[in-house]
């Protein structure tokens, strides 16, 4: 009995081992899941190389970007006009102000102006008519559409809103409130517009101030060319006298005058003349009336070529329409005093029978005019290859036959009477 119950205690004892030996056997196997999961994070190492691939495709497209780049860095090198930027009310930014829209509209049309007057101002005679810039031989002021038409301003803004000075920078410095650089101060091109009781007005290089209405009338009517009618004064007048003893003084010599026309109104007078010792060393002086004193105020504008542009640029007040039609720079050297095919017309006419009847001669190559010891007047040119002279009754009537026969005006050949 004795061995018996130790056989059964040590039964119980081996099914009790065996249990513990399960239970510990069972243990790798509960931490077999983490095991598992290990798995999947070595397969997420694959990204790994495509992400190095993306990153070469990034480089592939920024050599590819970098194309146009280089091409647009050539544009500017093209001659190609490009518009200056303007906002109309619907584009500009919603942040940004009326008034600062108004600002940048109007520095892009003083700079596109400036560019068109840089490429045209000379060759077209755009000048300053009324503190506008105006087109002399188009007979019309320079407006947006004009530089729209002309590709130097984008499209979008009204005509009748802006406004295209040209006016000195010295004239607007006598405001208060404008700031104009020293490289500015003579004629130069300006854009305004009215903004509520006020004129803003900007260069190429942005605003440089603004005007009440009344200082901008008093800015403009500074520049109005409008002083009377233009009109030929005549030799009998006192103010012919006046003008030539002026003008003596200005030289400094004192000396017998060809006059060949006065023209004036009642600011300005244009006088051109020679001495009568060297009549083809032909003149053109501008004098200024103030209180019936006449100054020069411009000698020798026949050494102008650009004549009306650069009278102007000197005057801009200056009625254009005082000047001759013709440009004495045109004919210089070749105006003479002798000349042998007129005074065979002459003799051909039995008006003369000795060359020393002829007291005035002055002409071009095949245009003359020519002044007897007894008063007749001539005006002779070449008609069917041959040498003409025909009788004029008159200075007036001289000028008018040779203007007929040749094309030309040849005013300054023709004494006045």
């Known amino acids: ?42 397969e997420v190492k694959t990204p790994v190389v ?11 497209q920024t ?13 500017p090198e093209e001659e190609v006009t490009t518009p200056e930027k ?41 000048v300053s008519n009324n503190g506008k810039l105006y087109g002399y031989y188009e007979k019309d002021y320079i407006t947006t559409d004009d530089l729209v038409k002309g590709g130097f301003l984008e499209s979008g803004l009204s005509s009748s809103e802006y406004q295209i000075l040209y006016v000195k920078g010295s004239d607007l410095t006598q405001f208060s409130n404008m700031s104009v650089s020293s490289g500015q101060m003579g004629l130069t091109v300006f854009a305004a517009t009215l903004y509520g009781n006020e004129y803003l007005i900007a260069s190429d290089s942005g605003k440089i101030g603004s005007l009440s209405k009344a200082d901008y009338t008093l800015l403009m009517s500074q520049y109005s060319s409008s002083h009377g009618d233009v009109s030929r004064l005549s030799s009998a007048s006192a103010d012919y006298t006046r003008i030539l003893n002026f003008i003596s ?20 007078a244009v006088v051109t003349f020679s001495s009568m010792a060297d009549l083809a060393n032909i003149k053109q002086y501008i004098l200024r009336n103030d209180a019936n004193f006449w100054e020069v105020v411009y000698p020798n504008v026949q050494k102008e070529m650009m ?18 039609s013709y440009n004495i720079y045109s004919w210089l050297g070749k105006i003479v005093t002798e000349h042998d095919g007129a005074i ?17 001669l002055c002409g071009v190559t095949n245009y003359v005019y020519a002044i ?21 009754t008159s200075d007036y009537n001289a000028k008018n036959i040779l203007e007929e026969k040749s094309g030309f005006d040849f005013g300054f050949l023709i004494l006045d009477d």
């Open 344 to 360: 065979a017309a002459l003799f051909a006419e039995r008006v003369i029978t000795s060359a020393d009847e002829v007291v005035y």
């Open 63 to 75: 050599e590819v970007e970098e194309i146009p780049l280089e091409e647009v860095e050539e544009v």
């Open 1 to 42: 009995m004795k061995h018996k119950k130790w056989r059964n205690i040590s039964l119980v004892l081996m099914i009790l081992l065996l249990l513990i030996c399960a239970c510990t056997e069972q243990t790798p196997v509960v931490e077999i899941p983490p095991v598992q999961e290990e798995i999947p994070l070595e």
């Open 249 to 268: 003084l200005y030289d400094g010599v004192f000396e017998e005058y060809a006059v060949r026309e006065i023209w004036m109104d009642n600011k300005y």
């Open 50 to 60: 495509e992400q190095e691939d993306l990153s070469e495709e990034v480089d592939v």
């Open 86 to 126: 303007t906002q109309t009310e619907e584009d500009k930014p919603f942040w940004q102000s009326e008034s600062t829209r108004q600002v940048n509209n109007l520095t892009s049309i003083a700079t596109a102006a400036q560019s068109a007057y840089k490429k045209n101002g000379m060759v077209r005679a755009w």
């Open 372 to 392: 007897l010891e007894n008063g007749n007047r001539y005006a002779i040119y070449i008609e069917d290859g041959n040498w003409t002279a025909t009788y004029a």
């Open 307 to 324: 004549l009306i542009p650069s009278v102007n640029q000197q005057l801009p007040d200056f009625n254009l329409d005082l000047l001759p």
